[in-house]
């Protein structure tokens, strides 16, 4: 079984931060790229941020200069620091995680939600 679980996710106001966990667990070799992508209510689900096994990093330009992704790889975990949160960044954060197990897939979590109050 591989599983694929966030876990930071809250209630806070416009200015605050958050950091965002994704532990991948189960049979996995090694760990391709991990990404977190957001859906807001009504909206279509976006790549927010991703970070590959050479630590090469993307962030969308609604993001950039405010959120943080990096990973621990002897843990199995990305996490997402975001900074000077706005309201606009509410929405339920997902995990991406493509994983070698016995192939190369993709898994994704279950997601946090994320509230930003003005």
């Known amino acids: 079984q591989v599983h694929v679980v966030e876990s930071g996710g809250g209630l806070v106001q416009a200015g605050g931060s958050l950091r965002l966990s994704c532990a991948a667990s189960?049979?996995?070799?090694?760990?391709?790229?991990m990404a977190w992508y957001r859906q807001a209510p009504g909206k279509e689900r976006e790549l927010v941020a991703k970070?590959?096994?050479?630590?090469?990093?993307y962030y969308a330009d609604a993001v950039k200069g405010r959120f943080t992704i990096s990973r621990d790889n002897a843990k199995n975990t990305v996490y997402l620091q975001m900074n000077s949160l706005k309201p606009e960044d509410t929405a339920v954060y997902y995990c991406?995680?493509?994983?070698?197990?016995?192939?190369?897939?993709?898994?994704w979590g279950q997601g946090t939600q994320v509230t930003v109050s003005s």
């Open positions: 991406n995680a493509i994983l070698v197990t016995s192939y190369v897939g993709s898994y």
């Open positions: 970070i590959t096994e050479n630590n090469n990093t």
């Open positions: 189960g049979s996995i070799r090694s760990i391709n790229a």
